[in-house]
């Protein structure tokens, strides 16, 4: 490359290299325990919100197993939409099978030692599961109610629309209820990987065995897709990573040793805002949240155009408004 070409091609090579500069330290994750510790207490609960009965197990068992049982503290696994789709029972009707999944999402919750709460949403009927006005009032009357101290929410790259919506249903429940101090975490899953991973939970044999348990709670779900093997083999794959995010690295062997009696992992996001997370039209719901609960979006615009303003109601909303329904896939 000649000088002359050099010159002509460094402002594209600046801007390029502006996208990687200032992301921090490579692999650095916190416990959860740590930044729980200051979040969850008696009047202050985890709660989860679980698009479908068996995403708690899924996510966040270990998790969950732990602040309820060993920890005492409330724990809040809630049943956004309950349906009768993939429950692969011909012979039984469209109720019974939502009695089953719902009878299944209770069993785990006893098994968690978590209360279950049950939705039961209008939005599971509409396309692309867009809740209706009287759904945005059930979710914010539930968050000014029962005030979470933290939340899990699935992530904001999740392929399924129904838990895209119910990270939106989370969002617009902080914002309806002002809670600016909720902590807010994105739990890892199967149909969606956390794009910057910034914390873990490592569990004994005996929390992996809950997690087991709490799965196959979903008779109708384990049936199809083996969910118990699949977490198994992951939680222990991110067990033998996070021992080096955690400890970082040194040449002269490892400056300390995290515990070594866990056996696996569940990765977590703790969300914090980032303005230049929300520059793109289809910015992530939880991060215009965050920003209206910080200050740093003005409440009550329903666009990026300045000016653009409404009313209180819509200005609530917000966060669901860059949802797409066009390609969603009812499950």
């Known amino acids: 490359m000649s000088s002359s070409d050099l010159k002509t091609t460094s ?3 600046e801007r390029i290299l502006d996208t990687v500069k200032g992301l921090g330290r490579h692999g650095q994750v916190v416990d959860i325990r740590e930044t729980l510790r200051h979040a969850v207490g008696p009047n202050r609960p985890l709660v989860m919100l679980c698009p ?3 995403d708690g197990a899924i996510t966040a068992a270990c998790l969950l197993h732990e602040y309820a049982v060993r920890r005492g503290l409330p724990v809040i696994e809630v049943l956004v939409f309950a349906g009768e789709r993939n429950v692969a029972a011909p012979w039984l009707n469209d109720q019974k099978k939502i009695s089953v999944r719902e009878a299944e999402f209770r069993l785990e919750c006893s098994v968690l030692g978590a209360e279950a709460v049950c939705w039961n949403l209008d939005a599971y009927r509409a396309p692309g599961y867009i809740p209706s006005q009287a759904d945005i009032a059930k979710v914010v009357e539930w968050f000014v ?13 999740d392929a399924h629309a129904a838990h895209r919506v119910t990270r939106a249903l989370g969002a617009i429940g902080l914002v309806g209820a002002n809670l600016a101090d909720t902590l807010v975490m994105t739990g890892w899953t199967p149909w969606g990987p ?13 929390a992996e065995r809950t997690k087991e348990w709490a ?5 109708s779900q384990v049936l199809l897709t083996d969910y118990t093997q699949f977490c198994s083999h992951l939680g222990r794959a991110y067990a033998a990573l996070a021992r080096e995010w955690a400890e970082g690295h040194s040449l002269a062997g490892r400056a300390h040793r995290t515990d070594d009696r866990f056996v696996g992992v569940e990765m977590y996001q703790i969300e914090t805002f980032d303005p230049d997370r929300c520059d793109s039209p289809r910015c992530d719901p939880i ?17 990026p155009e300045a000016g653009d303003q409404g009313d209180s109601r819509r200005a609530v909303a917000d966060p669901a408004r860059n949802l ?8």
């Open 52 to 54: 479908h009965a068996d």
């Open 324 to 331: 797409s329904t066009s390609s969603a896939t009812p499950l």
């Open 287 to 303: 991060q215009v949240a965050l920003g209206m609960l910080g200050g740093q979006i003005p409440r009550g615009t329903i666009g």
């Open 194 to 206: 956390l794009p910057e991973t910034n914390a873990y939970f490592s569990y004994d044999g005996e």
């Open 215 to 219: 799965i196959h709670c979903h008779a």
């Open 11 to 13: 402002g594209d090579i």
């Open 145 to 157: 109610k029962r005030r979470p101290g933290a939340l899990i929410l699935p992530p904001s790259t």
